[in-house]
């Protein structure tokens, strides 16, 4: 049954099994009260390709297993399913979907066909669910376009009944919204005339897709499934008997697909899309073995398999510039492993493409934990892709965090496969995305530098920092929205603001808010920090305060401090207010507050809160760092 | 039906059912397999479709009473 999906690319998934041996692995853990081991198996069922059979017993295990067990997980998502088909097998292979992605899921399922009236309803069971996403899946029979003649006001009234629906949602609920778009049914009674007739409903659709993305805006996502329809096939996707036994809008075998990419589309949204890509070099960059063939034996550049590495390795820049980390682990002697980056004609990545580049003989695991440490990124952000199964399989097993991509045999399935797993979707793309590379680059030469100055203080003032901290304004809003998505170690209370929460705060006048800049004699690291503060009577208490992890250990919180002490001197409030909220991550902060001198007012099991005076406090921050205004340098303080 | 069908229709049951002590028996019905609802019919109906490589026709999706009813069913579908 899966078989056929074999020649489609690799997947992540386990070596020497297959997915039927994993769900009856998964039910044997079950039994023996189990739970994490059976999630485990489950999330491994989802990797052996799309098979929705083994899809729907997986998920149905796995309702049975949360009963008892939560999934491990990143986050905890609430997903509201409205739609205007049958979307129970939907609602039940989401969860299961969202594994591989480190989401434990939770649906609420509208009723059937009827995802208007429940937008509508001010009071209903969709706004007591109070979800963090809202998910309008529709198909084509929802559009009333005729097969032609249509007018462009047609098209327009269209649109609106569907913004309108996106509006009212925006109103009620700070969830966000994932629209549908509409697969196009390959039927057309005109034929080819469709396709340049105006008017046709064929292209009507067409414009109303491209519309809907025109006005899908910063709350709305658009799940693109007439690409999907197209990538897995139309005459598969649609299945008219399906239709017509039980008003299966997308047919059974689709599903897995499209639950996958809705899952992925979430994930990105909340900025949990991995960091890092980390390669094997012989057949994985080009085929053959350096160590062995020399350069000019390695298959690279010319003929059907040197295309294809090339190809490869032309992906893999493009995700670099998208702000995806590069990184190598290889069994090879370092100059070896250098040779073709360095001398290859038709090497299209380059050493300095690379952000950490570990050739040697140790254990893979070993050197994957040591690339996590230099860039300062969990395990859990790491995607690791090797041809060799028996290598990915020991990574498997010993570090579980890291997801791992199943090559297929042909290189030239390569691309394929890493696009197919969806682990590097990307929602908001901010400029700090792009530059990424270069500021994780001038970390591991920071990390140089810190270990030959000889007292940390010389090594701070080495760095030459500069920052730039003023209030959050709508320029900054996407990245200080990103942050607080997905800010793990520095960040005292790891409260996930939604965006419109924020803007809530940034119109309040009782609310202080900052950013803070960083740029260094390295690189130029950019908004790194959010600062956020609730004024109550002449005491500010400080709801948010974090720091993305690429600026831990620079003093930045000191300068972060010094600015919220200016603030609340000149709004005349005398004391702070602190709350640390203790989570799996988040022990490097523990002691933020005694560090600064806050004393314990409270202390409970889950958080503890503390308080300074502010006169007690150093408004000038951090001596290390100075502080300038915008990009003119300019001092202030 | 032959036993090698027979064993490939109990493996799908306990696979879509999740049951791996099920014991395929001819009398059994809806009634007497937990979770077999009306979705999970669905669900069922096109495991076996693609275990099998064949295609339901409307008026079979629901016809049958019981499981050996279903096999008999499957067996002239097979052999045609």
Redesign the interface.
């Known amino acids: ?1 899966s078989e056929q999906r074999t020649s489609s690319g690799g997947r992540i998934g386990g070596e020497g099994r297959d997915a ?1 041996a994993c ?2 692995l998964a ?1 044997d853990s079950h039994r023996s009260g189990n739970g994490p081991a059976a999630i485990g198996w489950l999330k491994r069922v989802t990797q052996f390709g799309d098979d ?3 899809w ?2 997986a998920a ?2 796995l309702a ?1 297993v949360r009963e008892t067990h939560t999934p491990p997980a990143k986050r905890t998502v609430k997903v509201a399913l409205l739609g205007s088909y ?1 979307t ?2 939907m609602a039940s292979l989401l969860p299961l979907a969202a594994l591989a992605f480190d989401m434990d899921l939770e649906v609420y399922e509208g009723p059937y066909g009827a995802y208007r009236q429940e937008i509508i309803n001010s009071i209903g069971p969709l706004y007591e669910a109070d979800p963090d996403f809202v998910v309008i899946a529709v198909h084509e029979g929802e559009v009333a376009f005729p097969q032609i003649g249509g007018k462009p006001e047609d098209l327009d009234a269209e649109l609106s009944r569907w913004t309108s629906l996106w509006d009212i949602l925006k109103q009620r609920v700070s969830a966000r919204i994932i629209q549908h778009n509409i697969a196009i049914r390959p039927d057309s009674p005109i034929g080819h005339v469709a396709a340049s007739l105006e008017g046709s409903r064929y292209r009507m659709l067409q414009d109303l897709n491209s519309r809907l993305g025109l006005e899908a805006g910063e709350r709305v996502a658009i799940l693109d499934c007439e690409r999907l329809a197209s990538l897995i096939g139309k005459r598969r996707w649609f299945d008219d ?2 239709w ?3 008003k ?1 809008g997308v047919s ?2 689709a599903l897995p697909l499209l639950v996958r990419h809705t899952a992925a589309l979430i994930a990105a949204e909340l900025g949990l899309t991995r960091k890092c890509v980390v390669v094997d070099l012989d057949n994985t960059l080009w085929g053959g073995v350096i160590g062995e063939d020399d350069l000019s034996g390695i298959r690279l550049g010319d003929g059907p398999h040197g295309e294809a590495f090339v190809a490869f390795q032309e992906y893999l820049l493009e995700l670099k510039r998208r702000g995806i980390l590069l990184a190598v682990c290889s069994k090879n002697n370092e100059m070896d492993a250098r040779l073709p980056f360095e001398r290859h004609p038709d090497m299209r990545i380059k050493l300095d493409d690379v952000a950490v580049f570990l050739a040697n003989w140790a254990p893979k695991p070993e050197n994957l934990t040591t690339i996590a440490e230099r860039l300062n990124i969990g395990l859990d952000a790491l995607v690791f892709v090797d041809d060799d199964p028996v290598e990915r399989e020991i990574v498997r097993l010993s570090l579980p965090e890291v997801a791992v991509i199943r090559l297929p045999d042909d290189p030239a399935y390569y691309v394929r496969a890493v696009s197919e797993s969806l682990l590097f979707e990307a929602r908001l793309f901010t400029q700090e995305d792009a530059q990424r590379t270069e500021q994780y680059r001038a970390r591991a030469q920071i990390a140089e530098l810190e270990s030959s100055a000889s007292t940390l203080e010389e090594f701070y003032t080495s760095l030459e920092m500069r920052a730039e901290i003023a209030p959050i304004d709508g320029f900054h809003l996407p990245r200080v929205v990103q942050l607080i998505g997905k800010t793990n170690q520095f960040n005292l209370t790891t409260r996930r603001h939604s965006r419109a929460t924020v803007e809530a705060f940034l119109a309040d006048q009782e609310y202080v808010h900052l950013y803070l800049k960083l740029r260094d004699r390295f690189a130029d690291h950019g908004l790194v920090g959010v600062l956020i503060a609730r004024r109550i009577g002449d005491l500010l208490d400080i709801d948010t305060w974090l720091l993305s992890c690429r600026a831990i250990g620079r003093t930045a919180e000191a300068a972060m401090l010094g600015g919220l002490v200016v603030e609340a001197q000149m709004r005349g409030c005398t004391r702070l207010r602190g709350t640390y909220i203790p989570t799996t991550k988040n022990a490097v902060v523990s002691d933020l507050f005694s560090r600064f001198g806050f004393r314990l007012v409270e202390e409970q099991a889950r958080k503890t809160v503390w308080e300074c005076d502010v006169a007690a406090l150093d408004p000038s921050g951090s001596q290390f760092i100075e502080r300038v205004v915008g990009r003119d340098d300019a001092e202030v303080a | 039906m032959t036993l090698k069908s027979h064993d490939r229709l109990e493996e ?1 049951f306990r ?4 049951d ?1 002590a099920l014991v395929l028996r001819d009398r059994m019905t809806a009634a007497d397999v937990e ?1 077999w609802d ?2 999970a019919h ?2 069922l ?3 076996i479709e ?2 099998f490589g064949i ?1 339901f026709e ?1 008026d079979e ?1 629901a016809r049958f009473t019981d499981i050996g009813d279903l096999k008999r069913l499957l067996e002239a579908k097979l052999a045609q």
């Open positions: 049954m039927a769900l009856k039910n929705f059979v083994s729907q017993s149905s295990l049975r049958t129970a097998q008997r399906y017509y036994f039980s299966q059974l075998e | 799908l696979r879509v059912f999740n791996y979770g009306s979705i669905i669900n109906m096109f495991s693609q275990e295609d409307r999706f």
